[in-house]
């Protein structure tokens, strides 16, 4: 007996104790579905539906025994509930377990199915619908591939689904759940049903149209475009094709107030641009640039962060006559985009993907000397000049453009041009900061160490007064360290040790972790020491800082840092005991990473310390929630 714990089974003891239970339960629940009370019955399908939705795959064995108990509920017209019940068992089986394990019994579920189809009770035929929908992906699990003979199903299937298609006067469940049905048809059988399509296609485009369906014909429509199988997208209409029918539809959307609406149809375009290039038109690329940018606003970020992820798409898929209409379309929003103090997480991503794609393409006027003049223009703008945060995404967007760049001459130009920025003297404040943020966003997408003066120059602004150009120095240092370690990480820990600005070293050092944390392996025996040199001074943000490292240290390398550690919790000074608790609140933080429970069993030992800092620690500073361990 398998269970598909990908798919969402129980885990662990109550999972494994379960499972060995399935056998006898499913046997009890076969004979209570032969029963003639309909209670009983309904309640037995219940049980399996939560049983198949518990361990996905435990009923694979089974089928055979439970088809007999469906077929009887389906059939059973004076007990309505009970056939939903049966049908909404059934969809979730169908979907939950492998199709070798219903494929045999496809001849005895189909006829039985598409009868209800076409019931008369809205309720059901909409559920008959959604199991059509499963039998489907059953009988041809991967298109164009097939593995099993599904061509007798097809013809009924198409038939009785083009029927709840076509039909007018019905619930608007029952349209929704018809127009996902010859979606999933089309979509999985199109090779074997060729001869419908011509007559379906528009009927699909007059769902489109529909107020009350296009959400789902928007969506249905993504499914085609996205199809492995030739769909007939291209087949020709009374004007153009049915994809360009489609298209100019999607488009208009976007200039509707319906949110859902407009996020389905930026997805369905994305779809659509990236599989189905060769057959837009210039005109069908207009069309959808012309209605993009007023979406470009921090009003509604995530359907910003569509709208970039479709433009992206756009720059990457199209002829390359079509990347220079951006330029006062799309760009000019992205521009005005970058000063919100709203931007952040995937609508920020998406921002410096379309900067990429566009770098990349080098094509004037959006190459890398257009755009980055663009970019560079707006740190003349008092509104991003007072925000570190609007400079932070700018200089994070010049990064992208540099690191992208198809000629990396240009790249070393501009670094080269940063320089000496900070070596001559004569630049505003805003321009300092902004030159050490491009910098170490720069350095962290790229090696630069053949920059000789690089390093002087940014250490030499630690001796500013001003504590924001020795943050964004900090910054910087830690970033362009973390873009060679083996060049750069003896020379910051040297300067470590020698003692002259050593918090800001220590600084430095903290954003070499945050930006290269997969990398940080081979080197944790070098960089612990310095750590722990700073694990027992008197400033609380010091040592909090320390642990941090140490802690992301932990995770990188756990076998070399971990019983360091351990070795911690042992010191004399009560201050290097916090720190290695604190510590593990960073490592755990860290995705992926399980700690040995005889590891984590020694750090909460630590709630016996003789010094309340250190207990006071353990339960202030670790993560909520169980601690990720195993044996």
Request: aromatic share 6%; with cysteine; hydrophobic share 45%.
């Amino acid at each position: 007996m398998s269970v598909d714990a990908g798919i969402g089974g129980a885990a662990g003891p109550a999972g494994a104790a379960l499972l060995v239970e399935v056998p006898r339960v499913v046997k009890a629940i076969s004979r209570q579905l032969n029963e003639k009370t309909v209670k009983t019955r309904t309640a037995a399908f219940n049980c399996l539906r939560t049983l198949a939705a518990s361990l996905p795959g435990c009923l694979g064995e089974h089928a055979p025994s439970l088809i007999p108990g469906v077929i009887k509920a389906l059939k059973d017209a004076s007990a309505n509930p009970l056939r939903i019940e049966a049908l909404s068992f059934l969809q979730l089986a169908l979907s939950t377990h492998a199709p070798a394990v219903w494929q045999p019994h496809v001849a005895t579920l189909v006829p039985t199915v598409l009868a209800l189809v076409d019931d008369r009770y809205y309720k059901i035929t909409a559920e008959a619908l959604r199991v059509t929908s499963e039998i489907v992906r059953v009988l041809r699990p991967n298109p164009p591939e097939s593995s099993f003979d599904f061509a007798p199903y097809v013809a009924p299937i198409f038939g009785a689904v083009r029927a709840r298609l076509e039909a007018q006067d019905q619930d608007q469940e029952v349209k929704e759940c018809a127009i996902e049905a010859m979606g999933l048809t089309i979509c999985h059988l199109a090779d074997a049903c060729a001869d419908f399509l011509p007559s379906t296609m528009p009927v699909l485009i007059e769902r489109l149209r529909n107020e009350i369906t296009r959400i789902t014909a928007v969506k249905t429509f993504a499914l085609l475009a996205a199809a492995k199988v030739d769909v007939r997208l291209n087949s020709p209409l009374d004007s153009g094709t049915v994809l360009q029918a489609v298209v100019a539809e999607l488009a208009s959307f976007l200039r509707k107030s319906n949110k859902p609406l407009r996020q389905a149809s930026l997805q369905a375009l994305k779809v659509i641009v990236t599989c189905h290039t060769a057959s837009l038109t210039p005109a069908d690329y207009d069309a959808v640039l012309g209605e993009m940018p007023p979406l470009l606003t921090d009003a509604d970020l995530h359907v910003a962060h569509l709208t970039l992820v479709l433009a992206t798409a756009v720059v990457q898929r199209s002829p390359t006559t079509v990347v220079p209409k951006l330029a006062d379309t799309i760009v000019p929003k992205a521009l005005l985009l970058m000063s919100s103090g709203l931007l952040q997480g995937y609508a920020l991503r998406s921002l410096l993907d379309f900067f990429a794609a566009l770098v990349s393409q080098d094509t004037p006027p959006l190459d890398f000397g257009g755009l980055t003049s663009r970019l560079l223009e707006l740190t003349s703008s008092e509104a991003v000049a007072r925000s570190r945060h609007a400079l932070g995404i700018l200089s994070q967007a010049v990064a992208v453009c540099a690191a992208h760049s198809p000629q990396p001459p240009q790249r070393s130009g501009m670094v080269e041009n940063f320089i000496s920025q900070l070596q001559g003297g004569k630049i505003a404040a805003h321009g300092k900061v902004f030159a050490l943020l491009c910098i170490g966003e720069i350095g962290q997408r790229a090696d630069l160490s053949q920059h000789a003066p690089l390093l002087e120059a940014i250490v030499r602004v630690f001796d500013d007064n001003s504590e924001e150009f020795k943050s964004a120095a900090a910054f910087a240092l830690g970033n362009v360290a973390a873009g060679n370690l083996p060049f750069y990480l003896p020379q910051l820990l040297s300067h470590t040790e020698a003692g002259k600005h050593e918090y800001l070293m220590l600084a430095a050092l903290k954003e070499l972790t945050v930006s290269s944390t997969a990398k940080l392996a081979a080197f944790a025996e070098q960089m612990l020491p310095c750590f722990f040199g700073f694990a027992e001074r008197e400033e609380e943000g010091v040592r909090n800082v320390a642990a941090e490292c140490v802690g992301r240290l932990a995770a990188a390398a756990p076998a070399v840092v971990l019983p360091a550690l351990e070795a911690r919790l042992a010191a004399p000074s009560p201050l290097a005991r916090a720190v290695a608790v604190t510590s593990l609140r960073f490592t755990l933080n860290e995705p992926g990473v399980i700690l040995p429970s005889s590891v984590a069993k020694k750090f909460l030992d630590a709630i016996r310390d003789e010094d309340l800092k250190v207990s006071e620690d353990l339960f202030n500073r670790m993560p909520p929630g169980p601690a990720r361990t195993h044996e």
